[in-house]
């Protein structure tokens, strides 16, 4: 996971919009507007002609790419009259999901999760959504195809959202970031799967480092999911006209994030049981190799006793004059060895 630049706000007064992100690109401005029987989307080159498509009558979907250049963010607050604070949450993209009511509209923020098959790491993206009066406005760091699902359900004239209001368009959208979650849980089972045939075949210390790597994997994924099950849960406890006809269907979300924050904590566990079943094969494979040394060493304790007796070199030493001294003892020596050997293989130590 991507480092954001966090001590860029130090000292800085509140309401100062500061991007905190690293993606630096150039900020794109798409408008969907819809109702039961027409459709409508746009690009919009200037951030001007934004603020002409407000209708009150259709629901109008204003979603906005690219977070760094801050004068057009601040426009789009001070048009559509939002608080400087929520501007500098939409800016520093390492708040925590988190709703916050303020009257006219609803703020929430919602942590988008993305695997990176090539690294194998996950990438967490700030999402911002405000809830207004038929109106509803994303905030994205960069480009991604997470909400094209929901943008092809709005082309088709007999989706039902094309019948709800916005709140519906935000469970809709909260909905497809939920889902894409589960996406990467099935990523992380995957490479837990591939640690557990790992560690049972041949653990090494590149094992070690996956299995730490894919732990810390699953705590960032946690720390970017946790508050969401709250943001889920009071949602629809909020006694606003917003909050129109989705209440149902945030709830059904809801339960999708506990199941997803359940699942992470069954994985956490395979994990912290992995890392115990690889230091079990180390200390076993250590073990092993020990266990064979001392039988090694074993079986020569006794040959060397002999060969340091015939090694004193005392004069009268009457083996030493003898014709077949040598051979003698060489054959003692094997036919040692061997016994013993056959003897560790009847007590199984070998």
């Not at 993606?23 to 039961?36: F, G, M, P």
């Not at 395979?270 to 020990?290: F, G, H, P, Q, R």
């Amino acid at each position: 996971m991507k480092k954001k630049r966090r001590s860029i706000k130090t000292g800085l007064p509140p309401g100062t919009p500061v991007y905190t992100g690293i993606v630096e690109r150039e900020t794109e401005i798409s408008i969907i507007e819809y109702d039961s029987e027409n459709y409508r989307e746009m690009k919009v080159e200037n951030i001007e002609e934004s603020f002409l498509h407000k209708s009150k009558s259709t629901v109008s979907w204003i979603n906005v790419v690219g977070l760094s250049n801050t004068d057009i963010i601040e426009k789009i607050g001070k048009n559509f009259q939002i608080h400087p604070l929520v501007i500098e949450d939409i800016l520093n993209v390492h708040q925590r999901p988190k709703l916050e009511d303020y009257g006219d509209y609803i703020f929430i923020v919602l942590k988008m999760i993305t695997y990176d098959d090539k690294i194998h790491e996950i990438e967490s993206e700030q999402v911002s959504v405000i809830l207004g009066d038929n109106l509803v406005l994303t905030f994205q760091e960069k480009k991604s195809d997470v909400f094209d699902p929901v943008k092809i359900r709005i082309k088709n004239d007999k989706s039902l959202i094309r019948k709800m209001g916005a709140d519906y368009l935000v469970y809709a959208l909260i909905d497809v970031i939920v889902d894409n979650y589960f996406v990467v849980l099935e990523k992380i089972e995957e490479e837990i799967e591939d640690l557990e045939e790992k560690v049972l075949i041949e653990p090494t210390p590149e094992t070690s480092q996956r299995i730490h790597r894919v732990k810390r994997i699953l705590i960032d994924f946690r720390k970017a999911i946790w508050p969401l099950r709250e943001v889920l849960s009071n949602i629809g406890k909020i006694e606003s006209n917003l909050i129109k006809s989705a209440s149902l269907y945030f709830r059904d979300v809801y339960d999708h994030t506990i199941q997803v924050i359940d699942t992470l904590e069954t994985f956490k566990e395979m994990v912290t049981d992995l890392l115990d079943v690889y230091l079990s094969s180390i200390s076993n494979k250590t073990n092993e190799i020990m266990k064979m040394l001392t039988i090694i060493g074993t079986i020569f304790i006794p040959l060397t006793f002999i060969t340091g007796i015939y090694g004193m070199n005392f004069r009268y030493m009457p083996e030493l004059e003898w014709k077949y001294g040598y051979p003698t003892v060489l054959v003692a020596m094997f036919v040692i060895g061997i016994l013993m050997v056959l003897y560790f293989k009847k007590k199984k130590w070998l």
